[in-house]
């Protein structure tokens, strides 16, 4: 069973950075795309940041030269760097691998900022 296993997440103040990683059990040479999302408490899941495999990375406005998504292909792993991070960034973030077959989801990291 394919699995995605996210890590990286915490406590940071606002201004700091983290790096999400996103661990897969399967290659990721081949997806159609990559992607990041969040969820804050009582809100819905949002949408962040994804990485097709063919045109380059797009980005929520509320992330957008804050964010970078990016991959590793030997290592089957897809990082988000997070600079200048804000209160309004806490939330559980999630990953989202897209195959021609099969869609599957990592189990999320919280990310809280403080101020």
Avoid: H
């Avoid at 200048?84 to 989202?96: I, Q, S």
Wanted: with cysteine; proline share 5%.
């Amino acid at each position: 069973q394919v699995q995605l296993v996210e890590s990286g997440g915490g406590l940071v103040q606002a201004g700091e950075s983290l790096r999400l990683s996103c661990r897969v059990s399967r290659s990721i040479d081949y997806i159609k795309s990559a992607g990041w999302y969040r969820q804050a408490p009582g809100k819905q899941r949002e949408w962040v940041a994804t990485l097709p495999t063919y045109g380059g990375p797009t980005y929520a406005d509320s992330v957008k030269g804050r964010f970078t998504i990016s991959k590793d292909g030997p290592r089957d792993t897809i990082y988000l760097q997070m600079d200048n991070l804000k209160p309004e960034d806490t939330a559980v973030y999630y990953c989202n691998i897209q195959w021609p077959d099969l869609s599957k989801w990592g189990q999320g990291t919280q990310v809280t900022v403080s101020s």
